[in-house]
């Protein structure tokens, strides 16, 4: 099994660039999400997802969009990047719910300039 | 204003010792809680976890206790290994969302 995995492993991006994060797991879990880690922050919930074809907002959805069309895969889409969204964003999956154990893909370290 | 609160971002111990990492919450819905590690450049792992109906869970050299009245909890490391040195979170939640906090940089001497 690959686990969670992420791509890219960087990015740079201008101001007001699209893009897209990928996230995409091998292990059939019904829960993923995506978080932002900035310093003294911890992670903090962008989106997650119960199951295919079900998205939800968590904590700072705002600048980003979701979709999940299949179990593995769960992409993060920055409309219009800000620098406001510098961040190294970690994606996780899980069996059943949060409160499970959530496996965290290696991180994408993204600067927007 | 954060739910999950993490007060000291380090924390030095000697090995063999006991390493204690408290972290305090805010949210009285939030009804299991969680403990991750992270190494640099890589994503957090899962430690340990405690529901509410519990004051206590054990997993080797891994405790976490829960005082729901104080609204607190922690996580004791006994012995505490060079090999712990990472940063560890807590994390809260409720429904489907979790919390986590700001994280505690834990360095564990030879």
């Known amino acids: 099994n690959a686990g969670v995995t992420q791509t890219p492993k960087f990015q740079v991006l201008k101001t007001g660039q699209s893009m897209t994060l990928q996230c995409a797991q091998d292990m059939n879990h019904e829960y993923m999400s995506w978080y932002r880690q900035d310093p003294g922050m911890g992670l903090r919930l962008i989106h997650y997802?119960?199951?295919?074809?079900?998205?939800d907002q968590g904590e700072v959805p705002n600048g980003y969009n979701v979709s999940r069309s299949t179990t593995e895969d769960f992409p993060l889409r920055l409309l219009s990047a800000a620098p406001s969204q510098t961040s190294v964003y970690f994606c996780?999956?899980?069996?059943?719910?949060?409160?499970?154990?959530?496996?965290f893909g290696p991180g994408t370290r993204l600067t927007v300039l | 204003d954060q739910q999950v609160k993490q007060n000291s971002p380090s924390l030095s111990v000697q090995e063999g010792r006991i390493s204690i990492l408290n972290c305090d919450y805010t949210n009285s819905m939030f009804d299991y809680f969680l403990w991750y590690k992270k190494y640099p450049a890589e994503g957090p792992t899962f430690l340990i976890s405690i529901s509410s109906i519990k004051d206590k869970n054990e997993d080797g050299r891994f405790t976490v206790f829960l005082n729901k009245s104080a609204k607190h909890l922690s996580l004791h490391i006994v012995p505490s290994q060079p090999g712990d040195s990472a940063v560890y979170f807590c994390?809260?939640?409720?429904?489907?969302?979790?919390?986590f906090g700001g994280g505690t940089r834990l360095m564990v001497k030879p």
């Open positions: 996780a999956s899980t069996r059943g719910r949060a409160y499970n154990e959530q496996f």
């Open positions: 994390a809260s939640g409720a429904g489907n969302m979790l919390t």
């Open positions: 997802s119960v199951g295919a074809g079900i998205t």
